[in-house]
């Protein structure tokens, strides 16, 4: 969705800081920056994270001084996160603008999870319990909800709703 979405609308994308293994394809730095827990927690003790969660028994973060200058440059910045963490944007932020991504169905989740082919089955189990959860809350608590169906359709929607 956000290569998609970069090639309709102008935005730097956080990189966010996990304390999962990276996959295959994933790039250090790139994708995450992949460290351990203890690294995750200190830079926690620190402040030196914008918003944190747990998430699938992996720890993830938005480190807070790239988010800042960037805003401060005067570029939109994209963060992918989860509920908690966005919540913990909309009370620092909030100006901040809320967009849930729904899958069209549970199902479909697992159909595309299981498409993918690097998510065991353990996790997979829990990542769609989560999803659950995160879909019941997302009304409540995100500005926007876009059904992710079509991806040409979800971009578009998301680049309208970033135009207003």
Do not use: C
């Not at 956080?14 to 203890?38: I, L, Q």
């Not at 440059?73 to 809320?98: C, F, R, S």
């Not at 069209?104 to 999870?113: K, V």
């Not at 959860?133 to 979800?154: P, R, S, Y």
Request: charged share 25%; net charge negative.
């Amino acid at each position: 969705m956000v290569d998609a979405l970069s090639a309709t609308a102008e935005f730097h994308f956080s990189v966010s800081m996990t304390t999962r293994t990276a996959r295959p394809s994933e790039v250090d730095g790139v994708d995450y920056h992949f460290v351990t827990r203890t690294q995750f927690e200190d830079a926690v003790q620190r402040g030196e994270l914008l918003e944190w969660a747990e998430y699938g028994g992996s720890l993830y973060g938005t480190p807070i001084r790239p988010v800042l200058d960037r805003l401060a440059a005067g570029d939109d910045v994209l963060l992918d996160i989860e509920n908690d963490g966005a919540g913990q944007v909309k009370t620092a932020y909030p100006e901040a603008l809320l967009v849930f991504l729904v899958p069209p169905s549970l199902e479909e989740l697992e159909r595309r999870l299981s498409e993918r082919g690097d998510t065991d089955p353990d996790q997979m189990a829990k990542r769609l319990a989560v999803a659950e959860e995160q879909i019941a809350d997302a009304e409540a608590n995100f500005d926007h909800l876009v059904v992710n169906e079509d991806i040409g359709t979800a971009v578009s929607e998301v680049t309208g709703i970033l135009a207003s």
